[in-house]
Nanobody, 125 residues
Framework: QVRLEESGGGRVQTGDSLRLSCRVT????????MAWFRQGPGKAREFLAG?????????YGDSVNGRFVIPRDGVIKDIIYLQMNSLKPEDTVLYFC?????????????????WGQGTQVTVSA
């Protein structure tokens, strides 16, 4: 059974950086594609960034604007990260990682069958 566990959320100030982590277990790590989403109250899950099967390619949602990056240094340790820079109060929401066995650039939450519980990020003005 594929399990995902996020960590690294917390409370920071505007302009600060934060690195979220997502550990995957129960799957061959390099044969799943993974992504980061976030969700605010009453809103749909928003795609932020993804990394494809074999961890060969990263891609990003339009809202990221270069502020968020999936670093490559966690790949061999069954972990993916989301490096978030220049954080703003509007980044205050719950962040999720997701996984699928498909080898494709998938931007919709419905394309991912496996999800973590989420980690809260709060950015103070």
């Amino acid at each position: 059974q594929v399990r995902l566990e996020e960590s690294g959320g917390g409370r920071v100030q505007t302009g600060d950086s934060l690195r979220l982590s997502c550990r995957v277990t129960g799957a061959t790590f390099l044969t799943v594609s993974m992504a980061w989403f976030r969700q605010g109250p009453g809103k749909a899950r928003e795609f932020l960034a993804g990394i494809t099967w074999g961890k060969l390619s990263t891609y990003y949602g339009d809202s990221v604007n270069g502020r968020f990056v999936i670093p490559r240094d966690g790949v061999i340790k069954d972990i993916i990260y989301l490096q978030m820079n220049s954080l703003k109060p509007e980044d205050t929401v719950l962040y999720f990682c997701a996984a699928t066995g498909a080898d494709a650039r998938l931007l919709h939450a419905g394309d991912y069958p496996h999800w973590g519980q989420g980690t809260q990020v709060t950015v103070s003005a």
